[in-house]
């Protein structure tokens, strides 16, 4: 039997009226996917523009961190040394772990008066290298003490 916009079967039990056939008012349009798409792609092209300044600056980072270490082993190689090798000289030029490691050696200038700062040396260690085709450089300042022990 079939009736004026529908189709009814008595055989199977199944009615299909119109009314079977319209979209729900809960479903998305074409121009409202259309919208969220645009604003997706706008969301996912920014976040994507992002990526590349936080893989620059964790590549300084580890630089800064790379020349740090540079800085402390020379450091430390000083602190090896017996007194008298650590001379007031001219500043010396090395290559460390692929940086430039400056170290000069001195006596302090304090403004405030030691007992005895003849037990007492400034040592200055400047790093340098290229990231980016920019130059970088860090300055290290410590002081190493003698030991009359």
């Keep these: 039997m079939s009736g004026e916009f529908g189709v009814r079967s008595a ?3 199944v009615e299909c009226s119109d009314s079977a056939f319209r979209i729900p ?4 349009s074409l121009v409202e996917l259309v919208i ?3 604003i997706l792609g706008v969301g996912l092209v920014g976040s994507m523009r992002v990526f590349p300044v936080g893989l620059r600056a ?3 980072a580890e630089m800064n961190s790379r020349a740090a270490i540079a800085a402390q082993r020379v450091i430390e190689s000083l602190k090896l040394r017996p007194w008298d090798e650590l001379s007031d000289t001219q500043a010396t030029t090395e290559t460390v772990d692929g940086f430039e490691v400056t170290t000069a050696i001195g006596h ?6 030691l007992i005895d700062p003849a037990r007492l040396k400034s040592v ?4 340098r290298w ?12 410590t002081y190493i003490r003698r030991d009359d022990t």
């Design 11 to 13: 055989e199977f039990g």
């Design 25 to 28: 008012h809960s479903a998305f």
């Design 36 to 38: 969220a798409m645009a």
């Design 58 to 60: 964790s590549q300084r």
């Design 108 to 113: 302090p200038a304090l403004a405030v008066p």
């Design 124 to 127: 200055e260690i400047t790093v």
């Design 130 to 141: 290229a990231q980016d085709t920019k130059p970088h450089e860090l300055v290290f300042l």
